[in-house]
C-alpha cells in the first residue's frame, strides 16, 4: 500500500494535479485526498482548484460537474464506469419530454443528474442546500424537481412548497432495512440516528436529524452521545472515527442483511487505479462546449446562492 501511495504522490506533483474525494471513497482514498467533501463542498473545491489536473475520486456526476466550472483542466476519473443510479434514471430525452409537458414551471435538478440534464435545468441543488434553493424560487412559481424523488419529498415537508417530482431513486438508501434500524434503535436506545435525506421516507422517519454527508459526519462527531446510528454510506465512518474516535458508530443492514451498505459505483475506484489515471491522463471527462455552458449556468446560479 505503501509503495501505491507514494507513486500517486509522485505522479501527482508530475502533473500538477489536485485529487479531490467524496466521504464514500474507500478510507485509503480518503487518506490521500487533498480535499474531501459532500458534493457541494467538492464542487466549490473543484473551481477553486489552483492544479492542472483535477483528479477526482467520486462519481462520473461528480467530476463532470469539476469538468463544467473548470473547462480548461483536465478532469479524471480513476473509473469511467463510476455511474450512479439517480443520474441514470433521467435520460436526457426522458426529462426534455418530462419538462415540455410541465410549462411555465421552474425546473430544478439535484446535482446527481447528468450535464445535459443540468444544460436543461433552471438551477442545480446538492443535499446540503436544496431547501434553500427551492426557497429561492418566488411562491406561486410551478416547480419541477428531479431525479431523486424521496429528496423532493423531504424538501416538501420541509419548504411546504409543491413540486411536480421525477421517479428517480438511489438505489443505496432505499435499500435501508427498516426492521434492522427497528432493531438497532431497540438495541441502542441511547443512540443518535442520522439520515441522508436521499432515503426512503419510512426509514427518515425514525432519524434524529437528516442532511449531507458533511452535516451528517458534523453532527455524529460533535453531539454528545456516545452511539450513532448511520443511515447513508457507510464510507462517511472512516472520517468520524478520524475526528471523534471514542465513539460507536453503528452502519445499518440493507435489505440483503449486508451490514455495509456500501455504493458500488463509488467503490470502483481503488488506488491503482488512480495511479493509471495519472500516468496515462484517462479515462478523462470529455464535454460538448455547447452542453457545457449551458450546464454551468444553473451550477453557478446554485453556488450564488448558497
Ligand atoms: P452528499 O452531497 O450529501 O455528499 O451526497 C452525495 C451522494 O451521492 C449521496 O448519495
Ligand atoms: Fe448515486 Fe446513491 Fe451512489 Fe450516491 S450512493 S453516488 S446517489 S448510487
Not at 48 to 61: E, R, S, T, Y
Amino acid at each position: 500500500m505503501k509503495e501505491l501511495i507514494d507513486k500517486i504522490n509522485e505522479l501527482k506533483k508530475q502533473r500538477n494535479a489536485v485529487i479531490l474525494a467524496h466521504y464514500y471513497q474507500d478510507p485509503a482514498i480518503q487518506d490521500i485526498a487533498d480535499h474531501m467533501g459532500d458534493s457541494l463542498a467538492l464542487a466549490r473545491a473543484a473551481r477553486k482548484a489552483d492544479a492542472d489536473v483535477i483528479l477526482f475520486c467520486g462519481v462520473h456526476f461528480m467530476a463532470e460537474t469539476a469538468k463544467i466550472l473548470n473547462p480548461d483542466k483536465v478532469v479524471i476519473l480513476p473509473d469511467l464506469e463510476a455511474g450512479c443510479s439517480l443520474a441514470d434514471s433521467a435520460p436526457a430525452d426522458e426529462f426534455k419530454a418530462w419538462i415540455d409537458a410541465h410549462p411555465g414551471h421552474t425546473v430544478i435538478s439535484y446535482v446527481n443528474c447528468t450535464a445535459e440534464v443540468k444544460a436543461m435545468s433552471d438551477i442545480i441543488c446538492t443535499s446540503s442546500n436544496a431547501a434553500r434553493i427551492i426557497e429561492s424560487v418566488p411562491p406561486g412559481r410551478k416547480i419541477c424537481f428531479a431525479p431523486d424523488k424521496y429528496l423532493g419529498r423531504h424538501i416538501i415537508k420541509q419548504t411546504g412548497r409543491d413540486m411536480v417530482l421525477w421517479d428517480g431513486v438511489c438505489q443505496v438508501h432505499q435499500e435501508f432495512y427498516e426492521i434492522a434500524v427497528v432493531d438497532l434503535m431497540n438495541k441502542h436506545p441511547e443512540a443518535l440516528v442520522l439520515a441522508h435525506p436521499e432515503c426512503p421516507d419510512n426509514i427518515l422517519h425514525y432519524a434524529d436529524e437528516i442532511g449531507s454527508t458533511t452535516k451528517i459526519i458534523r453532527l455524529a462527531t460533535e453531539s454528545d452521545s456516545k452511539e450513532v446510528i448511520i443511515l447513508t454510506e457507510p464510507g462517511v465512518i472512516h472520517q468520524m472515527k478520524k475526528l471523534a474516535p471514542g465513539k460507536e458508530y453503528i452502519p445499518v443492514p440493507n435489505l440483503e442483511g449486508c451490514s455495509c451498505n456500501e455504493c458500488p459505483y463509488m467503490r470502483l475506484n481503488t488506488l491503482e487505479k488512480m495511479i493509471n489515471a495519472l500516468e496515462n491522463l484517462e479515462p478523462q471527462i470529455i464535454l460538448d462546449e455547447e452542453i457545457r455552458k449551458r450546464a454551468e449556468k444553473p451550477l453557478l446560479r446554485m453556488l450564488e446562492l448558497s
